[in-house]
């Protein structure tokens, strides 16, 4: 019942009084990427939803677009700007998926929403994760988040998926705020972003 009905609840309330008491905040990072990214503070892409459904995802731009000669983008490590760094370590990257929250392409909690391309390279029990809207955060991330392997992120993923709760998504909640106040698990292997899934053996 909890994720039939009331999920949708609770995710719009919590993520309406987040984002006015983020609002502040909000306005300062918007500004800070605005001037360190070329009038870009934003970043936005397709991403699949609940029962694949393509949505845009909004998130703080934390990488510039500068180019080598060739015109060919610049490595992670080199376009992550010092405000983009400050910002993805502290997660203030993700606050504005409160507005996809809003919109109903997500919830708070529940499997991170990946790239489309990964989506025919999913077999059968790993497409379950699909099953219902992704989220901000997950069982994956307060367990690992980027420093565990792919397929123990997709365990993680579908076991939330079948036992999906009130109570688990309240601990779900606890824990991510101490995982951000600790910035524990950014960024796998010191890496700027994590190794693309390309697949199962």
Known sequence: MYQNYFKRLFDFLIALVALLLFSPLFILVTIGLFFANQ??????????????????????????????????????????????RFVRKTSLDEIPQLLNVLKGDMSLIGPRPLLVQYLPLYNAVQKQRHNVRPGITGWAQVNGRNGISWEQKFAYDVWYVEHCSLLLDLKILLRTIQKVVKSEGINANQEITMEPFRGND
Request: glycine content about 8%; charged content about 35%; aromatic content about 10%.
């Open 39 to 84: 009038g870009k503070p934003f970043f936005f892409q397709t991403r699949p939803g609940k029962n694949e459904k393509l949505f845009r995802i909004v998130k703080f731009k934390t990488m510039n677009d500068k180019k080598d000669s060739e015109g060919n983008l610049l490595s992670d490590a080199e376009r992550l700007t010092r405000i983009g």
